[in-house]
């Protein structure tokens, strides 16, 4: 009978080809750091204050603050006054960098239909509910420590 820890050690094997395969994809991010595509991704749903930037990800004001003043500073993100709270910034991506995004998205899901078209959609929504399950429970333990 196979371990628990056995199982984990044969699932990193099994995704070192998987990380391979998507590696073509992570190339193309540039100078652009692994925490501020974390607040590039939140922008994509929508403008946020510094705040709320900090709060999502976990991370004080401060940790926030310069993330952001690189990104404005690199032309990715502009700031404005909040119409309703002028001490208030609100952040947005800036045009160019949302469709650099949005390219970068595509190509990643259609890098990703390829990865998936072996599995059912019966079996694609059962891996999509189980990567979630880890996803909230990584998120829950990390916000914790």
């Known amino acids: 009978m196979t371990t628990r820890k056995e199982l984990i050690d044969q699932l990193i094997q099994e995704l070192r080809p ?5 590696s073509p994809v992570a190339s193309h991010k540039g100078d652009i750091t692994p925490s501020q595509w974390a607040v590039l991704g939140l922008l ?3 403008p946020l204050t510094v705040k709320e ?3 999502t990800l976990g991370i004080s004001s401060s940790a926030a603050t310069q993330l952001v003043d690189a990104l404005v500073k690199a032309g990715h993100i502009d700031r404005a006054e909040s119409a309703e709270d002028r001490r208030a910034v609100t952040l947005t991506m800036s ?3 949302a469709v650099h995004v949005a390219k970068m998205r595509e190509e990643h899901v259609s890098r990703l239909s390829v990865m998936f078209e072996i599995l059912s959609d019966t079996e694609l929504k059962t891996y999509v509910a189980l990567t979630k399950k880890i996803a ?3 998120t829950n333990k990390t916000s914790t420590l």
């Open 18 to 22: 998987v990380k391979r395969f998507l």
């Open 44 to 46: 994509r749903q929508g």
């Open 53 to 55: 930037v900090a709060a």
């Open 95 to 97: 045009k160019k960098t």
């Open 136 to 138: 909230e429970a990584v």
